[in-house]
């Protein structure tokens, strides 16, 4: 049997009317921590390399703290008939919507020099959702494309002229750096904590390669820390 068939099975099996359904659209805010894996292709296979590297040369990787917001929209099926036990509400279902996140890195090199870079995106997930009473999980991919790129350079206190030593690697860090498409994969769990109030953990782990510097390999990975308001339980 093919998969598009068994998805239509399933579908309207779970529609009859001896299982319940239900459709809740919800807007999120919260934060964003943020970091990315950087390798240079020339020291990926390097015998005892373990730290982050551009232009094969060494470079500390540090969390940005950022933000997101969006909507969230989910239609879910009852796992059980609605003449089954009161006391255990389970819940299948699919989940989108669209997300920005303003996350980004701070890379930082031997000389101590910061190069703050921040990445606005723009997220659609595209997830498979279980619900049991109060709590929830969630896994799937996310396809992401990236709206704005902005560096500021700090420099040490140490070494104030960021044109010699400070830069051993020509860092440029603009939109032409990045590419646009970003796939990744999702999973992460919520509580429901009140009425149509739920918060949420989302670990984000990318699986392209956002860079478009020759021979690097950018890898972005975040958490996501929420709160959904499902307006259809508040109002």
Request: charged fraction near 20%; aromatic fraction near 14%.
């Amino acid at each position: 049997m093919k998969l598009k068939t068994v998805f239509i099975v399933l579908f309207l099996t779970l529609s009859q009317n001896n299982y319940s359904q239900e459709f809740k659209y919800s807007l999120k805010a919260g934060t964003v921590l943020s970091e990315q894996t950087l390798i240079s292709e020339s020291m990926a296979n390097a015998i005892g390399v373990s730290y982050n590297t551009i232009g094969g040369l060494p470079y500390d990787v540090n969390t940005y703290t950022g933000y997101n917001f969006g909507v969230n929209l989910e239609l879910s099926f009852s796992l059980f008939p609605e003449d089954y036990d009161k006391r255990i509400k389970s819940y299948l279902g699919l989940r989108s919507g669209i997300n920005y996140s303003a996350q980004g890195v701070i890379v930082e090199d031997a000389n101590r020099t910061s190069f703050i870079n921040k990445l606005d995106y723009l997220q659609i997930p595209i997830l498979i959702n279980f619900r049991m009473n109060n709590f929830n999980f969630f896994i799937g991919p996310q396809i992401s494309n990236i709206l704005n790129v902005k560096t500021k350079i700090k420099a040490s206190t140490s070494n104030l002229n960021l044109d010699t030593t400070s830069r051993p690697y020509s860092f440029t860090f603009t939109e032409n750096d990045f590419r646009n498409k970003e796939t990744s994969f999702v999973y992460g769990f919520g509580y429901k904590v009140y009425k149509g109030i739920t918060i949420e953990v989302k670990s984000t782990r990318g699986l392209t390669n956002i860079s478009q510097v020759q021979g690097e390999v950018w890898k972005n990975k975040s958490f996501d820390f929420t709160l959904n308001f499902h307006i259809n339980e508040i109002l």
